[in-house]
């Protein structure tokens, strides 16, 4: 008996002290970030939708308060929408924050993290990140680029002034997006892809599908043991086929570039610069052509959309705003004389425009949820418990509309700049639509160098009107789904001739 009794206690010694030691650690250990509670096995994953999810966050962090947490799946997560709290994520612990999330359709189409945006951060993203800032993003090189911008913008102002002789209706998102993918397919690939029929409509659809493998919901993501289920519906397999037509256009790029005899008629694209990198071989990492397609794409997604994006929504604000629509015109106008074309010194006379831009910037974020990062190690923010491997999303839609940061944040007012050292490039947090930090995007240059060419321009050239019977009102700001906010319905307005 007594035998008994002593195998019994040593058998549950180890159990007790396991049990009072987990509860001692859970009493000393900070909680973690209030949050909404979530159903066994998919946590709060019924609650969100991917489509409309910065609104969806940006209502429960008014519940919840600025930094809350979520269960998705197997997968810890937190939600900032505060600058004080994004300053303590994005700067004080950047560190631990830097990493990303290892999410399906983001590996599969950049290559496995094999380029800027989605790599996870190690050795190998310091590398691949400063032979782009560099050779690619560099003021230098972004300089060397003007004249393909300036061509380009000057043949968008050619069709409106056509449009506007002929009093045609200007569908300006059409035109804008059309825009944005010249100037990154000649700087990156040293063509266009716009005028080229059934080109262009293979470039938009991929470009398309593109956007919506990186939103769509996998459910290996958050619940490995039923990845079945991404199989049983076609997702692996719709992922597959589109990863393999990127493949094969990348692949055609490079032969094109590799071939020499190949007619050309850029002097030296990005395509070029990496090839030539390749040859050199003068790095810690051996370029191969899957680095190449990873950045290529980074390019071809990420410049051509967020460029787009922005100036549509500024035309957007700048027509459902009369007064400012007029202030910075006159701006313009007086300031750059009586040009027919306004270049990129001439930008830099114009305060009122950038504050026009930044805020569009702040209203209309390019990504209204910052790429997610994910935690390294467990740290402490705002006095509560983050574990490691946690997915970080940053609200920047929530953020940029905070009333403690900003009067009257849904009046679009770009006054509020004028007298003020609030910039966009990462050192502000009340204002962070490229991100900041490590992993702040990198092609912020070459991106606001487009955006104040196209603007500007677009402005000097030509008044602009609401199409006859509409009114303000019947501008709808919607968005489509997907990484950038897209305004849904295309904006068309009557551009008038400077001269009439």
Not at 13 to 22: E, T
Not at 150 to 174: D, P
């Amino acid at each position: 008996m007594v035998s008994l009794l002593l195998l019994l206690l040593c058998l549950t010694l180890p159990l007790l002290l396991l049990f009072f030691f987990h509860k001692h650690k859970t009493i000393n250990n900070p909680p973690l970030p209030p949050g909404p509670r979530g159903l066994p096995i998919i946590g709060n994953l019924h609650q969100l939708d991917n489509s409309v999810l910065y609104l969806q966050l940006s209502t429960l962090s008014k519940i919840y308060g600025p930094l809350f947490s979520l269960q998705l799946g197997s997968r810890p997560a937190i939600v900032v929408s505060s600058p004080e709290i994004a300053k303590k994520v994005l700067k004080n612990n950047d560190l631990v924050f830097s990493n990303r999330p290892k999410l399906l359709g983001q590996q599969k189409l950049s290559y496995n993290g094999l380029e800027v945006v989605f790599s996870p951060y190690n050795d190998y993203w310091r590398e691949i990140r400063k032979i782009c800032v560099v050779h690619i993003f560099s003021s230098k090189r972004v300089s060397c680029f003007y004249s393909t911008r300036e061509f380009e913008v000057k043949q968008m102002i050619k069709k409106i002034s056509g449009h506007a002789s002929s009093s045609v209706v200007t569908n300006l998102s059409e035109l804008l997006i059309s825009l944005s993918n010249s100037i990154i397919c000649r700087i990156a690939f040293g063509r266009r892809y716009v005028d080229e029929g059934s080109e262009t409509k293979r470039f938009h659809r991929l470009l398309s599908e593109f956007e919506a493998m990186m939103v769509t919901f996998f459910v290996s993501d958050y619940i490995p043991f039923m990845g079945w289920i991404d199989e049983l519906t076609g997702l692996n397999a719709r992922l597959e086929r589109i990863f393999k037509e990127f493949d094969k256009f990348y692949q055609e790029v490079i032969d094109e570039h590799l071939d020499p005899n190949t007619q050309r008629t850029e002097e030296h694209d990005i395509v070029d610069v990496l090839l030539q990198l390749k040859k050199q071989s003068s790095f810690s990492i051996d370029l191969t052509y899957e680095h190449i397609k990873g950045v290529l794409m980074d390019l071809l997604v990420a410049a051509t959309d967020t460029t787009s994006a922005t100036s549509i929504w500024a035309m957007t604000a700048l027509i459902k705003n009369p007064r400012v629509m007029k202030k910075v015109q006159e701006e313009i106008r007086n300031l750059g004389g009586k040009k027919d074309f306004l270049d990129e010194d001439d930008v830099q006379k114009f305060p009122y425009l950038k504050a026009v831009i930044k805020e569009t910037l702040r209203l209309h974020p390019p990504n209204p949820l910052l790429v997610p990062r994910e935690s390294s190690e467990k740290c402490i923010i705002d006095g509560y418990h983050i574990p490691a491997k946690t997915v970080v999303y940053v609200n920047a839609w929530a953020i940029h509309r905070d009333p403690e940061a900003w009067k009257d944040p849904e009046e679009f007012y770009p006054e509020r700049f004028l007298d003020s050292a609030i910039d966009f490039r990462g050192q502000d947090f009340e204002l962070i639509p490229f991100g900041a930090g490590r992993r702040i995007c990198p092609g912020l240059p070459m991106g606001v160098a487009t955006l104040e060419l196209i603007l500007a321009n677009l402005l000097n050239s030509f008044g602009w009107e609401l199409p006859r019977g509409l009114v303000k009102e019947d501008i709808d700001t919607e968005v489509l789904p997907g990484i950038t906010q897209h305004k849904k319905n295309p904006l068309c307005l009557s551009a008038k001739s400077r001269m009439d």
